[in-house]
């Protein structure tokens, strides 16, 4: 069974850091783009990085969000640094054989961050 359990979560003040985390299991690992995208209240979701090939990484976190991949763990972290209000929404953890837009095969449950002003 294909696992995507996200984790790292929660309410921080605007200029504050986070880190995500994402464990994956059920798949080959290193087979797989691995992307964080994000939902935020009223809005599509979005992708925020996703790395296959290429570095698909949002403008809007460019210099401030960054992806890093443990194989030996089966684990993505997203480091968040510089948080503003508007990064607040549920982000999760997706994973394919290469980066989508959106349609990414497997999913996980999503964290919330709230990035209070």
């Known amino acids: 069974e294909v696992q995507l359990v996200e984790s790292g979560g929660g309410l921080v003040q605007a200029g504050g850091s986070l880190r995500l985390s994402c464990v994956a299991s059920?798949?080959?690992?290193?087979?797989?783009?691995i992307g964080w995208y994000r939902q935020a209240p009223g809005k599509e979701r979005e992708v925020v990085i996703c790395?296959?090939?290429?570095?698909h990484t949002a403008d809007s976190v460019k210099g401030r969000f960054t992806m890093s991949r443990d194989s030996a763990k089966n684990t993505v972290h997203l480091e968040m640094i510089s948080l503003k209000p508007e990064d607040t929404g549920v982000y999760y953890c997706?994973?394919?054989?290469?980066?989508?837009?959106?349609?990414?095969?497997?999913w996980g449950k999503g964290t919330l961050v709230t990035v209070s002003s």
């Open positions: 997706a994973a394919d054989l290469v980066c989508l837009a959106d349609g990414m095969d497997y």
């Open positions: 059920g798949f080959t690992f290193d087979d797989h783009a």
């Open positions: 790395v296959d090939s290429t570095d």
